[in-house]
């Protein structure tokens, strides 16, 4: 099994910009999360979803676009770059919520310029 | 709104040294998860505590929830250079089941 995947691993944007994370996962878990990560901050959640065809805000959504077709793919979208996006991104799933682990994907490094 | 102090942010320590991190929050909580994240890697589940004045331990590790489960730590005896790392909890509130992350505290020994 590859676990949580996720694609690109590093991305270089302008402002305005637009670009789409992809995350993937063959655990067959119901729930999935996008979080960034900035220095001094831990992990933020932005979006999550628990289950196919459904999508929640997180933390900090503003800026940031999810969707959830098929149960193993979890996207986020960036309509407009902006420099405060600067961040790493981090995917992961979870079997079931309330008690479960959280697995994560290798992160995406996103600059944006 | 809810929040997590997680203490120290940062601690150097000597190879063989103790090391002990702190994970404090104002609101009785459901659960609580600790993390590790090597540098350059991603969050890596060490272990869940439930239970009030739960204590587990892995190996050289041993993770405590308070009585009043508001708060946690992990305690590293004779830290080792594969402890490098950040190690964040993570907490779960009654009426609220996502995970709310500490900002973590970063290891770095010093052979």
């Known amino acids: 099994n590859a676990g949580v995947t996720q694609t690109p691993k590093f991305r270089v944007l302008k402002t305005g910009q637009s670009m789409t994370l992809l995350c993937a996962q063959d655990?067959?878990?119901?729930?999935m999360y996008w979080y960034r990560q900035d220095p001094g901050m831990g992990l933020r959640l932005i979006h999550y979803?628990?289950?196919?065809?459904?999508?929640a805000k997180g933390e900090v959504p503003d800026g940031y676009n999810v969707s959830r077709l098929k149960k193993q793919n979890f996207l986020l979208g960036l309509e407009s770059a902006a420099p405060s996006q600067t961040s790493v991104y981090f995917c992961a799933s979870g079997r079931i919520q309330g008690t479960e682990t959280q697995y994560f994907g290798p992160g995406t490094r996103l600059l944006v310029l | 709104g809810q929040q997590v102090m997680q203490i120290p942010q940062y601690q150097h320590v000597q190879e063989g040294e103790d090391f002990t991190t702190y994970c404090n929050s104002s609101t009785t909580l459901s659960n609580i998860q600790w993390y590790k994240q090597r540098p350059g890697g991603h969050p890596v589940f060490l272990i869940q505590l439930v239970k009030s004045g739960e204590v587990k331990k892995q190996k050289r590790l041993t993770f405590q929830f308070g009585e009043a489960k508001k708060n946690s730590s992990l305690h590293i005896t004779a830290t080792q250079t594969t402890d490098v790392g950040t190690y964040f909890c993570?907490?779960?509130?009654?009426?609220?089941?996502?995970?709310?992350f500490g900002t973590g505290t970063r290891l770095t020994i010093i052979p």
């Open positions: 655990m067959n878990h119901e729930y």
């Open positions: 979803s628990v289950g196919e065809g459904t999508t």
């Open positions: 993570a907490v779960r509130y009654f009426g609220n089941e996502k995970l709310t």
